[in-house]
């Protein structure tokens, strides 16, 4: 008995030394694995990118980059609403896992302030042949300059519009698209009330965050007010609250049931089935209204201007319609940095955007050349004027950008939440916004 | 385990001498704290550094403001400033009261229709193996998948849920979109997902009900209800009692069911206190104050659970010993 005990014991020391032998091993084994993952020699770059249709048209060509450049090259895609925790964790460890991301320019201002990503004038002579700045429609890198550096370079770009369905204008007798923001409630009112309800007059984003925050701007702005007053943050000056009350109005009223939680693609397929007479969004929302196999609406929308509250669009340049572009930028962590830029010109060059014209939906393409096409014209034909004249107006500093926006775009995006569900009246739920803002960016 | 086992081996005088001669007592003493030390040596090299990597680390979140999008800001001292934002954040009470209504209302529909079933499926019936599988199956899923299921399938313009009240002349009704209506369906789908949990775990505590006081109670001539509310409930409690810590456990924790259906709103209707978290932490990236109000609500739930954790498993001791 004892001896089996003993032997027991013994075979449980010999276990557990194996274990810890394994264990210790096994971390050391693991420290010392982190190796390049450069493929053999040949250079690696990691790119952390949007999962949407550019990106994949990059994955169809990337074999002829790689092979030409002898560049390998991981696309590594996150959904949207994900990605900027993904990137600033990276950053802020000083990781230089990716060596480029794909982001819109409302987060890129704050990561070129925080110097996580590169100014490219200095990597631009070394992709000459590909790409270079000055091909690309100026208020697509606009966003992505300053004090003469130029950080990052777009992919596509986008503004804001107004979507109307022209059949149900034209069958409750209004006469085109509303031009003042009376006027737009009274059209919803209008299409709500002689509908019964089932065609609900307005629809739009009503998500917290970013989803509600981004069109509600347009109102913002229709109202004449800003994020900002004479440079101090204000998101519960007066123009805002009205203009936030107005949107809550507006959707309480004559919007579609559960528009509370309606993200974007939501709202896009509330009104590509018919189920509401308006909607303001993004110009890449154009060809989902008129893609004939997946939208009932296909040719009977019109596409006008975002009406104002205010008199007058604003001269200032204060214009309630956006002008966001999602671009690429390099990291100022990459230990492969032309190799990166390389990627960056190729990936925004003509032959890649003509190439996305031709086989995905890419309304936003960037280069002056592309969007001037011919197979650009034939192809977005219904709608490229109007998406030309919101890009030539569209607001650069449409929403807060830099350090501040995650907070700004978090916190009113919260009260819009709260204003829409009823939880508080705009000025209240603003005012809380604004406190939580004083002490979050003291 | 193993060293009482060798403690507690009866030995013969003779052996016990031979013993003591062979292996001094305080020796022995020494080979058997070694031994000791030995088996939690793997587990003690992986978990102390860790543990002392996240308190110290902690510490220091919790007393700067550090904010990812400011670079140095890691290094601005506020000392308890994070603490008494905590203690007069709105958004923050708001959060609890959720949790609180998603933690008692869930986890007690969990309880009561968990028993039930169980109680139902125990015994001799027809296809009870098909029956548990079916009944295992939203288990199965992750919450991440659930929800999304459930926010599709509860979708005002394309879901079936409304297509099928409106079918049979009910109405649909934005469910996730009223602030009303919207944390009792998102409990509704906690209850969906976890109650099979609990039919698994009382099912198996009732199959192992020694089967004598049931035969004596029927003897004295209880039946049906009063066999179950003094009979089998009470010995069933040590089960129930570790059903109901562990799904108050995994509720306080909730995330990822509301994330993917609500993101939290409309308003704060829904925002439980993970992903009020998760917003200051990955969405303004406040880190600091977002570990402030992670390190207050575990400490709430370790200081509220603890105790009725220590006394459910002294209870469980106690009845194996008796």
């Avoid at chain 1, 089935?273 to 296909?298: H, K």
């Avoid at chain 2, 192992?208 to 029927?218: G, K, T, V, Y």
Wanted: hydrophobic share 45%.
């Amino acid at each position: 008995m004892r001896a089996t005990a003993k032997h027991q014991s013994g075979a449980s020391r010999a276990l557990v030394v194996a274990v810890s032998a394994t264990l210790i091993t096994g971390g050391l084994a693991a420290c010392s694995s982190g190796g390049s993952g450069d493929g053999g020699g040949d250079v690696t770059i990691n790119v952390l990118a949007e999962d949407i249709s550019y990106t994949d048209n990059w994955k169809d060509l990337l074999p002829e980059f790689e092979k030409e450049t002898g560049i390998k090259v991981n696309i590594e895609t996150v959904p949207y609403s994900d990605q900027a925790a993904k990137i600033l964790l990276n950053f802020s460890q000083k990781s230089s896992d990716y060596d480029v991301v794909f982001t819109d320019n409302t987060y890129g201002t704050g990561y070129y302030q925080s110097q996580y990503v590169e100014d490219l004038s200095k990597y631009e002579d070394g992709a000459k042949s590909i790409n270079t700045f000055d091909q690309f429609y100026a208020p697509y890198l606009a966003p992505m300059q300053t004090d003469g550096a130029t950080f990052g370079l777009p992919v596509y770009g986008e503004s804001t519009w107004l979507m109307y369905r022209t059949d149900l204008f034209e069958q409750y007798g209004i006469d085109g698209p509303p031009t003042t923001m009376d006027e737009l409630e009274a059209d919803a009112k209008a299409i709500y009330e002689g509908s019964g309800g089932s065609v609900a007059g307005i629809t739009l984003r009503g998500a917290p965050g970013i989803q509600s925050v981004y069109p509600w701007a347009g109102f913002l702005r229709a109202f004449g007010g800003d994020f900002y007053t004479d440079g101090e943050l204000a998101v519960d000056a007066p123009e805002s609250v009205e203009a936030t009350q107005f949107w809550a109005d507006l959707l309480n009223n004559y919007g579609p049931d559960g528009v509370a939680n309606f993200d974007w693609e939501q709202n896009r397929i509330a009104f590509t089935q018919g189920t509401a007479a308006m909607t303001i969004d993004a110009t890449a929302n154009g060809p989902f209204n008129e893609d004939t196999s997946s939208s009932v609406v296909a040719g009977k929308v019109g596409y006008a201007a975002i009406p104002y509250a205010i008199s007058d669009a604003p001269e200032t340049g204060n214009t309630d319609n956006s002008l966001n572009v999602h671009a690429l930028y390099l990291s100022s962590f990459s230990a492969q940095k032309e190799a990166a830029y390389k990627f960056m010109a190729w990936a925004t060059s003509e032959a890649v955007q003509a190439n996305a014209v031709a086989n995905t939906e890419s309304v936003g393409v960037t280069l002056q050349k592309v969007i001037e096409s011919d197979a650009y014209a034939e192809k977005y034909g219904a709608f490229q004027d109007a998406v030309l004249q919101q890009l030539a107006t569209g607001n650069v500093d449409y929403l807060p950008a830099g350090q501040d926006a995650n907070a700004i775009i978090t916190e009113v995006g919260q009260a819009l939440s709260r204003t829409l569900a009823g939880e508080a009246s705009a000025k209240d739920a603003l005012t809380a916004a604004q406190q939580a803002l004083k002490t979050q960016l003291r | 385990m193993s060293a009482t086992a060798t403690r507690q081996a009866p030995v013969g005088p003779g052996e016990r001498e031979t013993a003591s001669y062979r292996r001094p007592r305080s020796r022995q003493r020494a080979r058997d704290l070694v031994s000791r030390a030995s088996l939690a040596l793997p587990a003690a090299i992986i978990i102390i550094p860790l543990l002392l990597i996240i308190l110290v680390q902690g510490v220091q979140l919790v007393t700067h403001g550090e904010n990812l999008l400011r670079p140095g800001s890691a290094d601005r001292f506020v000392g308890f400033d994070n603490f008494f934002r905590a203690f007069s954040d709105p958004t923050l009470f708001g959060s609890i009261r959720v949790t609180l209504v998603y933690v008692f209302v869930g986890v007690g529909i969990e309880m009561a229709l968990g028993v039930a079933v169980a109680l139902a499926l125990h015994g001799r019936i027809p296809g009870k193996g098909f029956l548990r599988a079916i009944i295992l199956m939203p288990m199965v899923l992750t919450p991440v998948v659930a929800g999304l299921m459930w926010r599709l399938l509860l979708d005002p313009t394309s879901g079936f849920v409304n297509w099928f009240l409106d079918t049979i002349g009910i109405g649909g009704h934005a469910f996730l979109g009223d602030p009303a209506t919207a944390l009792g369906t998102v409990i509704l789908v906690e209850v969906w997902q976890n109650t099979p949990f609990v039919v698994i775990i009382v099912l198996a505590g009732l199959e192992s009900l020694d089967p004598s006081p049931f035969e004596a109670a029927q003897v004295d001539g209880a039946t049906g209800f009063k066999l179950l509310r003094h009979i089998t409930l009470p010995l069933l409690a040590p089960v129930l009692s570790i059903v109901v810590l562990l799904r108050v456990i995994d509720a306080v924790k909730t995330f990822a069911i509301i994330n993917t259906m609500t993101k939290g709103g409309p308003g704060t209707s829904t925002l439980a206190i993970s992903n009020y978290v998760y917003r200051i932490g990955f969405e303004t990236f406040d880190i600091g104050y977002a570990t402030t109000v992670g390190v207050l609500v575990s400490l709430a739930v370790l200081v509220i659970l603890f105790p009725a954790a220590t006394r459910l498993m002294g209870l469980r001791i106690r009845k194996v010993r008796r």
